[in-house]
C-alpha cells in the first residue's frame, strides 16, 4: 500500500518555471531519502536531486545546480522540487522515488517510484 503520487509538470517556454510534487502514502515519510528522477528520449534514467530524512541533506545534479530546488514537508509526506530557468534540455519525465536508507544518486537502489510526469521545455 505504498504509493507515491506526482502532480504538476507541464509546458514551459525556456527561461519559465514548474513546480512537481510528490504525495506520499503508506511509509514513514520522515524516515525515508526522497529523489527526483527524469529520463528523456534516447537516454537513460539520470539523478536529478535528493534530500535525506537527516539533517536534511540535499544533493544535486550539476545540470540543475543552481536552477532547481528540492525540499521535502514531512507534515505533510510531500516532496517538491521547484525547477527554474527551465532549458530545453530538461525536457523529460521526471520521477520521484524513494528510499528507506540515506542519500543516493543511483536510481537502482530506490524502492519506490513515482508515476511519472511530463515536462516539456520548449525554445
Known amino acids: 500500500q505504498v504509493h507515491l503520487v506526482e502532480s504538476g509538470g507541464g509546458l514551459v517556454q525556456a527561461g519559465g518555471s514548474l513546480r512537481l510534487s510528490c504525495a506520499a502514502s503508506?511509509?514513514?515519510?520522515?524516515?525515508?531519502?526522497m529523489g527526483w528522477f527524469r529520463q528523456a528520449p534516447g537516454k537513460e534514467r539520470e539523478f536529478v536531486a535528493a534530500i535525506s530524512w537527516s539533517g536534511p541533506i540535499t544533493r544535486y545534479a550539476d545540470s540543475v545546480k543552481g536552477r532547481f530546488t528540492i525540499s521535502r514537508d514531512n507534515a505533510k509526506n510531500t516532496v517538491y522540487l521547484q525547477m527554474n530557468s527551465l532549458k530545453p534540455e530538461d525536457t523529460a519525465v521526471y520521477y520521484c522515488?524513494?528510499?528507506?536508507?540515506?542519500?543516493?544518486?543511483?536510481?537502482?537502489?530506490?524502492?519506490?517510484w513515482g508515476q511519472g510526469k511530463q515536462v516539456t521545455v520548449s525554445s
Open positions: 522515488a524513494a528510499r528507506p536508507g540515506g542519500l543516493r544518486v543511483d536510481h537502482t537502489v530506490y524502492d519506490i
Open positions: 503508506g511509509l514513514i515519510f520522515s524516515t525515508y531519502t
